[in-house]
């Protein structure tokens, strides 16, 4: 059973999800003290970002151990609990890998720091001399995804200033070279060791980037985005998924392949999905996208199409632990998100944005394939913008000298109940305070304060998820879709034989087509229109 084609997936960012020790940092009891309310949504799996031991430079995506769970968050036995009682309530479990680095704490990076240029240890990694007199320069010009140079020099043991490694990331985050096969072996283990556990599928960080061109060939800045890079979809990578995948199958029941891959160009995007290599993968097209029906028509028909020759499911994602949460992108002017410019502070609508997520969760929810909910968009939660610097911790806001805000704004932890903070995060008479602030505003946004109220956001999408799962036409991503007929600003479209969605993305009320019944609308009609920034889904009149 592939059950990842159509499942809706919620992702939990253990460490803002719920605390239930109440050192202010939340962790698996809390996640497994809440998985009757993560099956009440209606979602069918979900996906942890990563548990395991790391001194939390980057929120734990710089691992020292692929096999353990970090303290902070709990116990290997904490996390087996998890997996066996969300499996009880019918919830399947995805896990975070980060197969590009590791921590610079990690056993094999501290063996390689201890080792001579030139020997095993260090082959594990990128070392390279420097350039220029002395080697003071960096082996290229590479840049680090959070700000400044992609390489750091270290100090050999015998005290002389030495090679440079390479960090993608922060440099706390060396990266594996996966052109050596003790690192592919690794993973393999790695992979095997946590699907014996009963993880039903793995989601893969990062996932074009872990080959690099041997060369290091300095990156061409003036290259246009879609231009391949030197440390982007090079050759080799495409074996390492096939052989994962072998992994993955020889699971009764198979398990899930899904990648975190940021490609501008569709196609290339689609030789991940091939049938021997990765299930599925994230769509951030689609949530980079302006609110606006052209571009997202577009965007939609581009990944359908990319999608189709190899035989793979479409996921659907509004919004992430990475990126700005679409209650905060959709009450600016512009919409779109890019993270080369957060449009952190700028003029906001909350009210709109509001009312066009909810419009947008009733588009994402009926287009066929996957569609992803990360915690908190569920209660119309918006990027809180204005935390003190002290609090932040977000690797991109220090290594750019706060120029990047960083994404410390969308992990702010979950308001569960009561009227200000830490609203039930931590549990009564906790030693500490959140580790991000909440905003006192949140006091109306709980999951109390939601709950049973027809008109919050969470009942929204408790309606549309049940509606999703029970809809053999909205359920089933083999259900065709079709366009429909409609006016400028308007996305209509037609899933199996008698359920239309539709937005209206216009700044004019829309009239509707021929229908039944209405199964769920984002806001209420009025005199039967579709008012501005709502969306619908109908029962259609059978011809």
Request: net charge negative; charged share 25%.
């Amino acid at each position: 059973m592939q059950w990842w084609r159509d499942a809706a997936i919620y992702q939990v960012y253990v460490r803002s999800f719920a605390d239930g020790n109440g050192d202010g940092i939340g962790d698996l009891r809390g996640v497994r003290d809440r998985l009757d309310y993560i099956a009440g949504l209606g979602v069918d799996a979900i996906w942890l970002n990563p548990w395991y031991p790391s001194p939390m430079a980057d929120a734990g995506y710089d691992i020292a151990d692929f096999r353990d769970i970090d303290p902070v968050f709990g116990t290997l036995t904490d996390a087996d609990a998890l997996i066996a009682e969300a499996h009880e309530r019918g919830l399947r479990v995805i896990i975070d890998v980060v197969p590009n680095h590791c921590s610079d704490q990690h056993p094999w990076f501290q063996a390689a720091l201890a080792a001579e240029p030139r020997s095993p240890e260090r082959s594990r990694f990128w070392f390279r001399p420097g350039r220029g007199p002395g080697g003071d320069l960096p082996p290229n010009n590479w840049v680090s995804h959070f700000g400044g140079p992609a390489w750091t020099r270290v100090t050999e043991p015998d005290g002389r200033p030495g090679q440079w490694y390479l960090h993608l990331f922060a440099s706390q985050q060396p990266d594996f070279n996966w052109d050596n096969s003790e690192v592919r072996e690794e993973f393999h283990g790695i992979l095997r060791f946590w699907l014996d556990r009963g993880a039903d599928g793995i989601r893969i960080d990062s996932a074009a980037i872990l080959v690099k061109d041997p060369f290091l060939a300095d990156a061409d800045p003036q290259a246009p985005p879609q231009a391949p890079h030197p440390y982007t979809d090079r050759d080799g990578i495409h074996e390492i998924y096939r052989q994962w995948r072998r992994i993955a199958d020889s699971y009764p029941g198979g398990r899930a392949l899904i990648g975190e891959i940021w490609l501008p160009d569709p196609h290339r995007f689609a030789l991940y999905l091939r049938s021997n290599e990765m299930h599925s993968a994230f769509n951030f097209d689609f949530l980079a996208a302006p609110w606006d029906a052209e571009a997202l028509r577009r965007t939609v028909d581009e990944t359908l199409a990319a999608h189709a020759p190899v035989g793979a499911p479409a996921t659907w994602v509004l919004s992430n632990h990475d990126v700005t949460r679409h209650v905060t992108r959709y009450g600016r002017a512009d919409t779109t998100f890019s993270f080369a410019d957060r449009r952190h502070g700028r003029e906001l609508d909350l009210v709109l944005g509001t009312r066009r997520a909810r419009a947008a969760a009733l588009l994402t929810m009926a287009l066929p394939g996957s569609v992803y909910v990360y915690q908190g968009e569920e209660l119309g939660l918006w990027e809180i913008e204005d935390l003190p610097d002290s609090a932040r911790q977000d690797p991109m806001w220090h290594r750019t000298g706060g120029a990047d805000p960083g994404r410390d704004g969308c992990r702010v932890p979950l308001p569960w109940s009561g009227g200000e903070p830490p609203f039930g995060f931590s549990p009564s008479g906790g030693a500490a305070r959140p580790w991000l602030p909440q905003p006192g505003s949140w006091r109306d946004f709980t999951v109390e304060a939601q709950s049973e109220d027809p008109a919050s956001m969470l009942e929204l999408y408790r309606a549309a998820l049940r509606l999703r799962h029970d809809e053999p036409s909205l359920r089933s991503e083999r259900e065709p879709m079709r366009w429909l007929p409609a006016a400028p600003g308007v996305l209509a479209f037609r899933r199996g034989d008698d359920v239309a969605c539709v937005i209206n993305l216009s700044d004019v009320p829309a009239t509707l087509p021929e229908h039944d019944s209405v199964l769920l609308s984002s806001d209420p009609l009025e005199d039967g229109l579709l008012s501005p920034n709502t969306g619908v889904w109908l029962r259609l009149r059978r011809d």
